[in-house]
């Protein structure tokens, strides 16, 4: 399968402890954006990449909230001290910049308890 | 800021008939504009998209038109079988440096 991969699909953490999620996006693809999904709502911009330069966050985003994508391929987002809030599917999609069109993957979807 | 807003939130169409979701934006710089499909659970995915310097697009039983003077941007699904139902997005850009601005959804409902 050459699409957008993430793992976990699915996490449960306790409310208070960090969590990781991965992605990998289509080969070759210089872009790669974190979202995040709420039941009912369309998908909220957290973050994204160009090859290993993060070029934009949301104003939105709580400090707690960091990504990385150290060699310009898969990329982490990693959230701290998690709260009940957090709780929602985390989307990743890619894309070959200069064109628009984002590729989704199947999402991480995060349950704080 | 772009805001996007989408009509209706749910639309239920008789199977074969034709569905109609519409969005209107705020820049008059967008100049790109995907609608997506998100079945429960599922990631989106792009079904068709349309660039400004376009007014209509077409791919089978899907179609999408933009008016830039209006600033609105229509999906057309004719023919809606049992699989067209899930919830649909339209978003807008101003181009591959900025993010793309997202509608709120529409679910579409194909009774059978």
């Known amino acids: 399968d050459t699409g957008v991969s993430q793992d976990p699909r699915h996490k449960i953490t306790k409310r208070g402890q960090n969590v990781t999620f991965r992605c990998d996006p289509i080969s070759e693809h210089n872009r790669l954006y974190w979202y995040r999904q709420t039941l009912g709502q369309g998908p909220e911009f957290l973050t994204y990449f160009q090859n290993e330069a993060q070029l934009e966050k949301s104003r939105l985003l709580s400090d707690r909230f960091s990504a990385e994508r150290p060699k310009g391929s898969f990329s982490t987002l990693e959230i701290q001290r998690t709260e009940q809030g957090d709780s929602a599917m985390y989307l990743c999609?890619?894309?070959?910049?200069?064109?628009?069109?984002?590729?989704f993957g199947p999402g991480t979807r995060l349950l704080v308890l | 800021g772009e805001n996007v807003e989408q009509h209706p939130s749910t639309l239920s169409v008789q199977e074969g008939d034709s569905a109609v979701i519409k969005c209107t934006y705020s820049d008059s710089a967008s100049n790109y504009f995907p609608w997506y499909k998100q079945e429960l659970g599922k990631r989106p995915q792009l079904i068709i998209d349309i660039r400004s310097n376009v007014g209509e697009k077409k791919d089978q039983r899907i179609a999408v038109t933009l008016n830039k003077t209006a600033k609105h941007f229509s999906l057309h699904i004719t023919e809606t079988q049992p699989e067209d139902s899930a919830v649909y997005f339209c978003?807008?850009?101003?181009?591959?440096?900025?993010?793309?601005?997202w509608g709120a959804g529409t679910k579409l409902i194909i009774k059978p």
């Open positions: 978003a807008a850009s101003k181009g591959s440096n900025y993010q793309l601005i």
């Open positions: 999609a890619s894309g070959r910049h200069p064109e628009e069109t984002q590729y």
